[in-house]
């Protein structure tokens, strides 16, 4: 498995591997087994965590962790959410790979030297303790 690409079993793994994400790009597959659109759209998302190497993909079941998708608002599958700095910034319904593609690509940027850039989300602000 990718080291980029996090299955997320618990709320509590969730908060590690946010936390853990810093400030690169998260988008997370909330998908279900059962879901034939999540199961087509799977080989894609896993080759999105191979050419995106910058952002960081998890990958939440939400009959497994239906507590999680109810908090992210999660009411059809597959929908994906896009965190920076912990926040969600955008988020897309259903298994449209172009669509997916885009989004990652727009949150990434185009950042010449590879690094991340901070995102500043309206109504947040990311405290940084430099000490």
């Known amino acids: 498995m990718a080291v ?28 279900a087994d059962w879901c034939g659109p999540c199961r ?9 965590v191979t050419k995106y190497p910058r952002a960081v993909f998890f990958k939440v ?7 999680l998708a109810q908090r992210e608002g999660i009411s059809a599958m597959p929908t ?27 949150w990434l940027g185009d950042d010449e030297d590879g690094e991340d850039n901070e995102v500043t989300v309206k109504g947040h602000c990311l405290v940084v303790n430099h000490s």
């Open 80 to 106: 994906f959410n896009f965190y920076k700095n912990k926040v969600k910034v955008d988020s897309q319904r259903g298994a449209d790979e172009n669509a997916l593609e885009e989004k990652i690509q727009r």
């Open 40 to 48: 087509k759209i799977a080989p894609k998302f896993a080759e999105f």
């Open 4 to 31: 980029n690409l996090k299955m997320i079993k618990s709320d509590a793994e969730w908060d590690v591997e946010m936390t853990a994400a810093g400030t690169k790009l998260v988008v997370v597959d909330f998908y």
């Open 61 to 67: 079941d939400v009959d497994e962790c239906q507590e």
